[in-house]
C-alpha cells in the first residue's frame, strides 16, 4: 500500500470525561487519557492501552459458541484456533461501549496490535504534540533522524553507526523535521515468531500474514503471496463490506436525528402541558380557596345565627324564672308569714299572677341544634368556570314530615316485587335534597311475624329513598318506615298480598265467529250462541255482551287479570289465536 492511502472508514469515539476525539482520539487513550502505549485493537474496533486492559477486572463466561465466535478477539495474527466446544472463557468490558470482550488465550497481550494507533502516536510525538521519541536501537537518547531503508528512529551515536556499517552505509537518512508532513511513519511490522523479519508476505490458506522463514517451515505447502499482489483482492472485499456498511450508518444517524427531533418537540410539548396544567391548578386552587372562604363565612354566620337564638332564648328563661321565683318566694311567705286576714286582702293580686305565670308558654328543649355537616361530595356550582364540591347542611329530618309514595304502598303480589318512595323532609316541610339518614324498614307478616320479608333500601342521594321488597305468599303484610328510630307519615301500614297476577289464556276479541275466521266449534266464556250450530258469540246474537272481552274469562278489561278457573263455565276449547 501506498505511504499516503487513506484508511477505509474512520472510528469516531468518545473520551470517558466527554471530550470528542479528533486527532486525540487516534492517539489517546480513552482510560488513562494519555499517549498509546502498546495499543490493542478489541473486536469493538476500540483501542486501548495494554497496561490499561490488564487493570480492568475480568470475568468467567461460558463460550457456548465454539472457538470461532464472531465476538471473541482474534489475537494476534498468529493465535492458536480454539476448539469448537464448550469452555470456560475469560471476559472483559470495553471500557467505551461496555461490550463483552473474549480474550484470547494469550490474555490481553494476544490481542491484535493496533499499528495505525503506534503510527499515530508517533506522529504526534514528531510534532512536538506528545513525548519525545527515543533511539529505536539504545531506547535511550532522543532521536534525531529516521533511516527510510530500515524504517528506524535512530538518535545521533546509532545514526553514525548505522553509517560505519557495510550493510547500512548507502541507507537513506532523513531528519525528523523533514517527516513532519508524512502520514505514516510507523515501524516495520516483524514476524512475532522470527522477530529478525518483517511481514511482507500473506498465506490464503490460514488468512494471515507471514513472514520468509514462516513460508518455508509451518507454511511450507500453503498458497502464499506478497502483501502488496494480494492486498487488492481483500482490499476490495473490504470496500464492498464496507459499501454494504455504510448506508447502515447514514440511517442511524437519519434515525437519531429523527429521534432528538421528537424528543425536542416532546420537550415543548411538555412545556406546553405543564404550563397548562400549573394554569389550570392555580385557577383551580384559587376558585378552591375562594369557595373555602365562602364555606367558611357561611359557617360563622351559622354559628351567629344560631348563638342569637339561643341567647335570646335563654333570655326569656331567664326572666321567666325569676318571674316564677319572686312569685313563689312571695307567695311562700304570704302563706308561711301573713295573718288570715293579710292572705285574703292579697289574695286577688297573688291569684292573677300564679295563674299568668302558669299559662306562660315556653319550650323545655333548646330552640335550635347543632346539627351542622359538611358534605365534601355534593356539587356546589361554579367558581370561576371550575365545577366545584363541597356545602354546608343544616337541615336535620323530622320524621313527622316524612311521606311515603308509590303505587304499591297497600298492594302487592306473591312472588313480585313491590315498591314505594320515602320522601324526607326537615321540621320546615322541605325536601332534605342529601341522603345518608338511617332508615329502618320492616315487612312482617300478619300471621307469621316470625318470618319477616327482607326489604330493600336505596339511597337515591337525594332526600329520597327507594324501599322494594319481594313477598313469597300472599295474605296481609304490615310494613312499618322509621327514620331515627321514629315512625314516618302512614306507618305503620297494611299491604293486602295477591297471589300471582295470572294472564288471560283466550284472545280479546269482539265475538268468535270473527276471530276464528267462523269456525262452530269456538266457544267463548260470555255464554253467546249463534243460530246454525254455532257454540261461540257473534253479533247482536244471543247473550253477546256488546263490546270485545276475553273469550278465556269474559272480563271486558283488556288488561285486566284472568279469574277462569277451569270449569264448565269456561269451555277448555277456548279461542287462543287469531288466524285470518
Given at each position: 500500500?501506498?505511504?499516503?492511502?487513506?484508511?477505509?472508514?474512520?472510528?469516531?469515539?468518545?473520551?470517558?470525561?466527554?471530550?470528542?476525539?479528533?486527532?486525540?482520539?487516534?492517539?489517546?487513550?480513552?482510560?488513562?487519557?494519555?499517549?498509546?502505549?502498546?495499543?490493542?485493537?478489541?473486536?469493538?474496533?476500540?483501542?486501548?492501552?495494554?497496561?490499561?486492559?490488564?487493570?480492568?477486572?475480568?470475568?468467567?463466561?461460558?463460550?457456548?459458541?465454539?472457538?470461532?465466535?464472531?465476538?471473541s478477539s482474534e489475537g494476534s495474527i498468529f493465535q492458536e484456533l480454539k476448539p469448537r466446544s464448550l469452555q470456560s472463557q475469560i471476559g472483559i468490558l470495553c471500557p467505551v461501549c461496555d461490550a463483552q470482550v473474549d480474550l484470547p488465550m494469550g490474555g490481553v497481550k494476544a490481542l491484535t496490535i493496533d499499528h495505525l494507533a503506534v503510527n499515530d502516536v508517533m506522529?504526534?510525538?514528531?510534532?512536538?504534540?506528545?513525548?519525545?521519541?527515543?533511539?529505536?536501537?539504545?531506547?535511550?537518547?532522543?532521536?534525531?533522524?529516521?533511516?527510510?531503508?530500515?524504517?528506524?528512529?535512530?538518535?545521533?551515536?546509532?545514526?553514525?553507526?548505522?553509517?560505519?556499517?557495510?550493510?547500512?552505509?548507502?541507507?537513506?537518512?532523513?531528519?525528523?523535521?523533514?517527516?513532519?508532513?508524512?502520514?505514516?511513519?510507523?515501524?516495520?511490522?516483524?514476524?512475532?515468531?522470527?522477530?529478525?523479519?518483517?511481514?511482507?508476505?500473506?498465506?490464503?490458506?490460514?488468512?494471515?500474514?507471514?513472514?520468509?522463514?514462516?513460508?518455508v517451515g509451518e507454511h511450507r505447502e500453503h498458497p502464499c503471496d506478497f502483501t502488496s499482489n494480494v492486498i487488492h483482492k481483500h482490499g476490495d472485499s473490504v470496500r464492498e463490506l464496507l459499501k454494504g456498511t455504510q448506508p447502515h450508518v447514514e440511517a442511524l444517524e437519519e434515525a437519531l436525528a429523527q429521534i432528538n427531533i421528537m424528543n425536542s418537540?416532546?420537550?415543548?410539548?411538555?412545556?406546553?402541558?405543564?404550563?397548562?396544567?400549573?394554569t389550570f391548578s392555580e385557577g383551580y386552587i384559587k376558585a378552591i380557596e375562594e369557595h373555602r372562604d365562602k364555606l367558611l363565612k357561611q359557617l360563622e354566620d351559622i354559628r351567629i345565627q344560631k348563638e342569637n337564638s339561643l341567647q335570646l332564648q335563654k333570655a326569656q328563661l331567664e326572666q321567666l324564672l325569676a318571674d316564677m321565683r319572686t312569685g313563689v318566694e312571695f307567695t311562700e311567705h304570704l302563706l308561711t308569714s301573713g295573718s288570715d286576714l293579710e292572705i285574703l286582702i292579697t289574695k286577688g293580686v297573688v291569684v292573677e299572677r300564679l295563674r299568668k305565670l302558669n299559662k306562660v308558654q315556653y319550650s323545655a328543649r333548646p330552640g335550635v341544634n347543632d346539627k351542622i355537616r359538611f358534605c365534601p361530595q355534593e356539587k356546589a356550582g361554579q367558581c370561576h368556570g371550575y365545577e366545584i364540591y363541597g356545602t354546608i347542611n343544616t337541615k336535620e329530618v323530622d320524621p313527622a314530615k316524612c311521606v311515603l309514595q308509590g303505587e304499591d304502598l297497600h298492594r302487592a303480589r306473591e312472588k313480585q316485587t313491590?315498591?314505594?318512595?320515602?320522601?324526607?323532609?326537615?321540621?320546615?316541610?322541605?325536601?332534605?335534597?342529601?341522603?345518608?339518614?338511617?332508615?329502618?324498614?320492616?315487612?312482617?307478616?300478619?300471621?307469621?311475624?316470625?318470618?319477616?320479608?327482607?326489604?330493600?333500601?336505596?339511597?337515591?342521594?337525594?332526600?329520597?329513598?327507594?324501599i322494594s321488597y319481594t313477598p313469597k305468599e300472599p295474605g296481609v303484610y304490615t310494613v312499618w318506615v322509621c327514620v331515627k328510630e321514629q315512625h314516618v307519615q302512614g306507618s305503620p301500614f297494611t299491604v293486602t298480598v295477591r297471589r300471582k297476577h295470572r294472564p288471560h289464556p283466550g284472545v280479546f276479541h269482539c265475538c268468535t265467529f270473527c276471530s276464528s275466521?267462523?269456525?262452530?266449534t269456538a266457544r267463548c266464556a260470555c255464554?253467546?250462541?249463534?243460530?246454525?250450530?254455532?257454540?261461540?258469540?257473534?253479533?247482536?246474537?244471543?247473550?253477546?255482551?256488546?263490546?270485545?272481552?276475553?273469550?278465556?274469562?269474559?272480563?271486558?278489561?283488556?288488561?285486566?287479570?284472568?279469574?277462569?278457573?277451569?270449569?264448565?263455565?269456561?269451555?277448555?276449547?277456548?279461542?287462543?289465536t287469531v288466524a285470518l
Open positions: 500500500m501506498s505511504e499516503n492511502r487513506k484508511p477505509l472508514l474512520g472510528i469516531v469515539s468518545k473520551l470517558p470525561n466527554g471530550t470528542a476525539l479528533g486527532n486525540s482520539g487516534k492517539t489517546h487513550c480513552p482510560l488513562c487519557l494519555g499517549l498509546f502505549k502498546a495499543p490493542r485493537l478489541l473486536p469493538c474496533l476500540h483501542t486501548v492501552c495494554t497496561t490499561c486492559l490488564e487493570q480492568l477486572e475480568p470475568f468467567s463466561v461460558v463460550d457456548i459458541r465454539g472457538g470461532d465466535s464472531d465476538t506522529l504526534e510525538s514528531l510534532r512536538g504534540e506528545g513525548q519525545g521519541l527515543v533511539c529505536d536501537l539504545c531506547n535511550d537518547r532522543e532521536v534525531e533522524k529516521r533511516c527510510q531503508t530500515c524504517k528506524a528512529n535512530l538518535c545521533h551515536f546509532c545514526c553514525q553507526a548505522h553509517r560505519r556499517q557495510k550493510k547500512t552505509t548507502y541507507h537513506t537518512m532523513v531528519d525528523l523535521k523533514d517527516l513532519k508532513g508524512y502520514s505514516r511513519i510507523g515501524k516495520p511490522i516483524l514476524c512475532p515468531i522470527h522477530p529478525a523479519e518483517e511481514l511482507r508476505l500473506f498465506c490464503e490458506f490460514c488468512d494471515r500474514p507471514v513472514c520468509r522463514d514462516c513460508v418537540a416532546l420537550q415543548k410539548r411538555v412545556e406546553a402541558v405543564a404550563a397548562d396544567v400549573q313491590a315498591s314505594f318512595t320515602l320522601l324526607c323532609k326537615d321540621a320546615a316541610g322541605e325536601i332534605m335534597g342529601r341522603g345518608g339518614d338511617n332508615i329502618q324498614v320492616a315487612v312482617l307478616p300478619k300471621d307469621k311475624k316470625d318470618s319477616p320479608v327482607r326489604p330493600m333500601v336505596q339511597d337515591n342521594k337525594d332526600g329520597t329513598y327507594y275466521g267462523g269456525q262452530k255464554g253467546g250462541t249463534m243460530p246454525g250450530g254455532y257454540l261461540g258469540c257473534g253479533h247482536g246474537h244471543k247473550g253477546h255482551p256488546g263490546r270485545p272481552h276475553w273469550s278465556c274469562c269474559g272480563k271486558f278489561n283488556e288488561k285486566s287479570e284472568c279469574t277462569w278457573t277451569g270449569g264448565q263455565s269456561a269451555p277448555r276449547s277456548l279461542l287462543r
